[in-house]
């Protein structure tokens, strides 16, 4: 789920030009990112309510991976100009990943509007208004969404863990996804934080969830919703996505904070046509992973010594598009 910045305009491109604008709007938080990065947090340029130590996630290092000037982005748009409305997409992936992975702590993040309103009209509007109303007070802690939104993340939901009966006999739409996200979990939404010993630097983040499978070896999954679910989309997804960096992380955070010694990975997607996949991850995952890993945080201690606009300057126009 990206919540990417998007300092220019659409007509940005990748001109010399569109660059040149975009940089002067990027070098006006070139300070209060210094102090950031180096465990400081102007608190008057920031959408965080509480001060929190500095620390490297999933997110941060892809981006570093990619180019440092992402990870400049991210901070500034995450940090110093808050975070933008959630896409649809973006939505119906979180409210999945609401039902599957937090039933298990009895949370609930995410509450559906009962009908479609037609809010062509002030009556419309007004009932509308007033059922958001109505279920904000009842579920003060929870996100309110669309039916149609809803029901799409729905459609995510059943072709992971749902089921139906034929011949009076229960099955599984997705026996294996049902298993690994629900017979054998043992934990979800589960927060780390530890410092990489190599760099020194923090690393944070949060497991979806682990489990012991039938032959009692430990396991570690992750869930996504993805537009497309073949085998060959979701290959591509998995790498461009770099989530074999995500399960390199989250193997690491296991073994140190919670000593536990994953013997297998999974992403686990589905989607909202009601198909789903799984993919397993392999050693060379792993290694590419942990290459990926030591990439990030390094390129991010070289930019931190050479200071603040290291991270800009890092772009190169002949190389990176927006």
């Not at 297998?264 to 060379?284: E, Q, T």
Request: include cysteine; charge should be negative; charged fraction near 25%.
């Amino acid at each position: 789920m990206s919540d990417e910045i998007e300092i220019t305009d659409e007509a940005a491109g990748s001109t010399s030009a569109a660059w040149e604008s975009r940089l002067d709007a990027l070098l006006k938080f070139i300070e209060p990112f210094e102090d950031y990065i180096n465990g400081g947090f102007p608190a008057e340029l920031c959408s965080e309510a509480k001060s929190k130590p500095f620390a490297l996630s999933y997110s941060s290092i892809s981006k570093l991976v990619d180019n440092p000037l992402r990870f400049y982005e991210y901070v500034v748009n995450s940090k110093f100009l808050g975070r933008k409305e959630p896409t649809k997409a973006m939505l119906i992936g979180q409210i999945a990943d609401d039902y599957i992975l937090s039933r298990m702590n009895g949370e609930l993040g995410y509450v559906s509007m009962s009908a479609v309103h037609k809010r062509n009209t002030k009556a419309g509007k007004q009932a509308f208004a007033d059922e958001q109303d109505a279920l904000k007070k009842r579920y003060p802690d929870a996100i309110i969404v669309d039916k149609a939104t809803y029901e799409l993340a729905q459609n995510v939901v059943h072709s992971l863990v749902g089921d139906y009966i034929y011949q009076g006999i229960r099955h599984f739409v997705r026996p294996q996804a049902y298993q690994l996200l629900d017979t054998y979990a043992v934990a979800s939404k589960v927060r780390f934080k530890y410092v990489c010993p190599k760099f020194g630097l923090t690393v944070v983040g949060e497991v979806d969830l682990y489990g012991k499978d039938a032959d009692g070896e430990w396991y570690a999954a992750d869930l996504k919703s993805m537009a497309a679910v073949d085998n060959k989309a979701f290959y591509y997804s998995v790498r461009d996505r770099l989530l074999y960096l995500q399960a390199y992380i989250y193997k690491i955070a296991l073994k140190q904070v919670f000593d536990i010694d994953i013997k297998s990975y999974y992403v686990i997607a589905g989607c909202v046509d009601g198909h789903s996949n799984i993919y397993r991850l392999a050693s060379r995952d792993f290694d590419k992973g942990k290459q990926d890993y030591e990439q990030g945080l390094a390129t991010f201690a070289n930019c931190q010594l050479l200071g603040a606009p290291a991270f800009v300057s890092s772009y190169d126009i002949n190389k990176y598009e927006f």
